[in-house]
């Protein structure tokens, strides 16, 4: 039975479909592409059983699924508002509510909810129609919408296309938490295909191919017509030596070797940070294998005491459910044979079940091991000090030569073949043996799908990498030499989220359909490039985090420093800290601060502007903003710098705030100062709330003032720049300061919204007596 089938706008499917070349593509084959994306989405939580499944939260880092379920409906919106392609929201509450995820920086935050634990979802009928009141817009807009081939970054189908492959990134995403859900929870809905257990042949070998070296480049081409994120592009050309990588992805059955040596207990085979994590999560085996030991679950909320790990998930047969027959392939064995695994040594039960999309079955030994990075490092240090994941180079080396250059189009792609011959699509709901597909030209299998690789590699942009205005935030947040990079896709990889270009990114200890390869260093070769940030992040509230620059030498790996190709962590120093503070509390009270301050009261009340509220995007170390509260009753300060705020911050606490300088040495002495700063005893401290954003999203309120003055040291001001006219009041004003406005299409985007009151240049005091000039535009919506 199954009870959640109303949370279907459209119709019921099981498959992806192949993705669209933005060539020659028509507005039928976008609206077929949409559909198809949509329903999809929708129709994995007909697997839930009941609606109070959609506000339980399935992993302790993550949200309730109710939260899933309408996200993608709300990034549509938000999306095509920015591309101008939507005029009018559809329900801004939940564009507001649906749009942020949580901050899943801390893997041991445990309740990390951005809206907090008790928060109330609304209900899931109000969700389902937010979501058919989408696809109607969506679907309408696409019909009446002109348009002009081929869809490049520059066009604003683009934002469409941007749409439709962020919902199949969350097909993927929901999949997995959906798995992790408690089995009492979910049903396996109509027509869902696990792929068979086995093939004829068992997997007992994982042999090593030697891959000769040679010269790579990785990055995906601007002009490729496709649709695209934007890490994909840029280009790096590596020099690799010949090293050796295993046939296969690493098996289930290869991991119970490492599990019963005890490798999940001994503390050598990991990194500082994995062993970290280990040692919170208690893990005993892979997270989708169960066992009877009661391990402890990694749900969240009502959920945090659920166990998967049960005596009742093996005391079923298989025969108890449905028999899966499909076409591809053999069904799975029979639970009480030998087949497919290992059992105890009284022959009633084996050793470990999996936890699948919906349902607990026989374990399938050739299937690939799904693990974190963390995992897969234990075990490569297990199998010996040579071994180790393969890199980020390598992993393009092993795709072969038979798809060709980029040059020859979508051809050059898997992903956009008919017959790909490989496991993703969702061609099956499960992971697959690992042989159950053909070897590439060079031996290797499953090279695309299955499910996605672990490298070594720290997660960067590539050289010329440039963030999408529609989608600053989308990676560069990341790009902190805490985040693992993944390659190849999976079986729930759908669209371009597994083409030869993807490049995906998480935590080190998330989970996603994921697994790895071994590989070694050939004695002699030399050593394969690997890339590490170097950058130092500094994390709003717990300062500069150690992180691994470097791996053992003896696994043959050559690091690559490589600086953080988000521009933004460069200015977590603190002599631009320093500089910061210089300029918004320097000169005895007349600077920059009060300067800006008294300009913008001085405006506001030339055209009229109530004095209740105001937004200041780039409120630095806070010295704006608290000149401002002076006169305005609320002043929202948002900044994405964390040493800035983490200084604005204190100083409304403290009302002071201290800055050791860094040490000064000479042949003589060696000194050390001390900046500090401070508010007045009457500044009106409980005024103020300070945000950290990497844009302007819908939870920053309208206001009577909107002040934006960090253009120019942002990566991406049109990013900035686009929202402006949602987030000020009809009788209000925006400020902006700035040279950038006019000298690019920064404004004629604005006047489409707004119109120019003022031009002016604006002198201020930087602080440190010199007086310095700038522009001033001032700006108030079209009636």
């Not at 696990?194 to 042999?207: K, R, V």
Request: proline fraction near 5%; charged fraction near 20%; include cysteine.
């Amino acid at each position: 039975m199954m009870a959640t089938t109303h949370v279907l706008t459209g119709k019921y499917r099981t498959t992806g479909m192949a993705p669209l070349d933005l060539s020659s593509c028509s507005k039928g084959d976008i609206l077929k592409y949409f559909e198809a994306s949509y329903d999809l989405n929708e129709s994995l939580f007909v697997g839930l059983k009941d609606e109070e499944a959609f506000y339980k939260c399935p992993d302790r880092l993550r949200l309730p699924l109710i939260f899933y379920y309408a996200h993608t409906a709300t990034v549509y919106v938000n999306k095509l508002m920015l591309a101008g392609l939507m005029t009018q929201r559809v329900n801004l509450h939940f564009e507001t509510m649906f749009e942020l995820g949580v901050d899943e920086m801390s893997w041991d935050d445990t309740e990390n909810y951005r809206m907090g634990g008790s928060f109330q979802w609304p209900p899931l009928a109000e969700a389902v129609e937010f979501r058919r009141l989408v696809r109607n817009r969506v679907r309408q807009l696409i019909e009446d919408t002109p348009l002009q081939l081929p869809i490049t970054q520059d066009s604003p189908w683009w934002a469409v296309m941007m749409g439709v492959e962020h919902e199949k990134i969350h097909i993927e995403t929901s999949s997995v938490l959906i798995r992790q859900m408690p089995i009492t929870m979910v049903t396996t809905p109509p027509k869902w295909k696990y792929a068979p257990a086995s093939t004829d042949t068992t997997i007992q070998e994982n042999p090593l191919i030697q891959m000769e070296g040679g010269e790579v480049t990785i990055g995906k081409p601007r002009d490729f017509p496709s649709y695209g994120w934007c890490m994909e592009y840029g280009q790096r050309t590596f020099k690799v030596p010949t090293f050796e990588a295993s046939k296969f992805k690493v098996t289930n059955r290869e991991i119970l070797q490492f599990v019963k040596a005890g490798g999940y207990e001994n503390s050598s085979y990991w990194t500082k940070e994995g062993w970290t994590w280990q040692s919170f999560r208690q893990l005993r085996h892979p997270v989708f294998w169960v066992c009877t030991k009661g391990c402890k679950s990694g749900c969240g909320a009502a959920l945090s005491s659920h166990s998967h790990c049960l005596p009742e998930y093996f005391t079923t047969t298989y025969s108890d459910k449905e028999i899966r027959q499909n076409s591809n392939g053999p069904q799975h064995g029979d639970l009480n044979g030998t087949r497919n695994g290992p059992q105890n040594g009284d022959g009633c039960l084996p050793d470990f079940r999996l936890r699948v999309m919906f349902d607990v079955i026989e374990m399938p030994w050739d299937w690939p091991a799904v693990v974190n990075y963390h995992e897969a490092r234990a075990f490569c240090a297990w199998k010996g000090s040579e071994f180790r994941m393969l890199t980020e180079a390598e992993f393009n080396m092993i795709q072969g030569g038979a798809l060709g250059a980029p040059s020859k189009g979508v051809t050059s792609d898997p992903v956009f073949h008919k017959d790909p011959q490989a496991n993703f699509r969702l061609t099956f709901g499960s992971s697959s043996p690992v042989d159950l597909y053909p070897a590439n030209d060079l031996g290797f299998h499953d090279v695309y799908g299955n499910v996605w690789e672990w490298v070594e590699d720290h997660f960067n942009g590539l050289p010329g990498y440039k963030q999408h205005h529609l989608y600053d935030d989308y990676a560069f947040p990341f790009m902190d030499g805490r985040h693992g990079l993944m390659l190849g896709g999976s079986w729930a990889s759908d669209g371009t989220y597994n083409s030869r270009f993807s490049r995906s990114y998480f935590r080190r200890h998330f989970y996603q359909h994921a697994g790895f390869r071994v590989a070694r260093t050939l004695p002699g070769a030399g050593k394969s490039p690997v890339v590490m940030v170097n950058t130092d992040v500094y994390i709003l509230g717990a300062g500069v985090e150690e992180k691994q620059l470097t791996v053992p030498e003896t696994v043959g790996l050559e690091v690559v420093p490589m600086a953080s190709t988000n521009k933004q962590f460069h200015q977590e120093t603190e002599e631009q800290l320093a500089a910061m503070l210089a300029l918004q509390y320097g000169n005895s009270g007349q600077n920059y601060s009060k300067d800006l301050a008294d300009f913008c009261v001085e405006k506001a009340n030339l055209y009229g502007c109530p004095l209740q509220n105001v937004v200041q995007l780039g409120c630095g170390t806070g010295g704006v903003v608290y000149q401002l509260a002076r006169t305005y009753k609320e002043v929202i300060g948002l900044d994405y710098c964390a040493r800035f705020l983490d200084a604005a911050i204190t100083l409304q606490k403290n009302r002071e705030f201290h800055l050791p300088r860094a040490v000064t040495k000479t042949e003589k002495s060696m000194t050390k100062d001390v900046i500090t700063v401070s508010i007045p005893a009457d500044m009106q401290r409980n005024r103020l709330t300070f945000k950290q954003m990497t844009w302007v999203p819908n939870e920053i309120p309208k206001a009577n003032l909107v002040l934006l003055d960090f253009l120019d040291r942002v990566n991406n001001p049109k990013a900035w720049w686009l929202r402006l006219w949602e987030i000020v009041t009809d009788n209000g004003i925006v400020v902006v300061i700035s040279q950038k406005v006019g000298k690019d299409e920064l404004a004629a985007d604005l006047n489409k919204k707004m119109d120019l009151l003022d031009e002016q240049e604006f002198q201020f005091n930087n602080g440190q007596g010199q007086t310095e000039i700038t522009m001033a535009t001032i700006w108030k919506l079209r009636v």
